[in-house]
């Protein structure tokens, strides 16, 4: 018996030792920030902050707040950090200990930028900086015992869609601007900006060969681009202009230009504000057409419409 006693208590020894080798378990995969692209969104879409003082269950929803959070890491270092206005919201999560979030932190680029290159440059050091505020503000939530799941999200807004086209006319000197935080609280998993289903197209303003002139036929679809426009002021307009290839470089790209700057004219005689049309000029570097021939040229000839 004895025997037996001692053979149990060897196998429930071997049984632990076992059991203390096993590598301990991952716990859920951690949200890690990720970039929602631009966005055109103003902040009349989203609540103020001022609700978060009367949190109710039925009140759960998008907020904006103008927070500055490229200061979060020096914050975080202080003992009693301020949060100006996003106190409320600190009040709230430290309170209600296990509620959910996802915060999204918005920067736009100073619309004085034009070059392309030079935009996505800063572009990218928003998103970067945005990141690393985040990052501090996980590392301080863990620090303070808060059990609170967050998501975290970064985006660019377009300028000329928040807080209306003249938001940032002379308000700002710095290349890059931190808007502040869109916030949704809750389980229901919802996107922090809506998708756009409402977008349509619109067909090409066709030319004459070595003309900028448009001709009346093309008023009727102006009209409705106009129209559109008005019913949808959260997009704009990209208006591209092309040319057939004959004649010398500088005068196709001259060429093309016009033709994009009449279109613009024409928007803007309509009501549209000129802050929502960007305009760009090809020459002949994409021809649709053949340039061989008269009924390609006049294909070429052309400015392009798309919505944005």
Known sequence: MKKILLIVMACLVALGGAEAQKKPSKGKKK???????????????????DRFTQFTTK?????????????????????????GTLQPVMNYLEKVSRATLTMCAIYA??????????????????????????????????????RNKIQYKVAEVDYRYFKGANYFDGAYTDELIPVGL????????????DPDTTSRTFQDIKFFPNDATIVDSWNTLLDELADYLKENDRKGVLLTGHSDSQGTEAYVVGLSRQRA???????VARGIDASRIDVEYKGAEQPVGDNSTYEGRVQNNRVNIKIQ
């Not at 700057?261 to 928007?267: D, F, G, I, S, T």
């Open 31 to 49: 949200d890690s920030p990720v970039i929602e692209g631009r966005q055109k969104v103003r902040e009349s879409d989203y609540k103020t902050y």
């Open 109 to 146: 680029v100073n619309p004085s930028v034009e070059s392309t290159k030079e935009h996505d440059r800063i572009a990218a050091q928003g998103r970067q900086e945005a990141l690393k505020a985040l990052e501090c503000f996980d590392a301080w939530k863990v620090e303070q015992g808060w």
């Open 59 to 83: 009140d759960m929803g998008r907020y904006y707040t103008p927070f500055d959070y490229s200061k979060v890491c020096a914050q975080t270092q202080e003992r009693d950090p301020e949060w």
């Open 182 to 193: 869109i916030l949704y609280f809750g389980t229901k998993k919802k996107a922090v900006f």
């Open 261 to 267: 700057v009449e279109v613009k004219k024409a928007l």
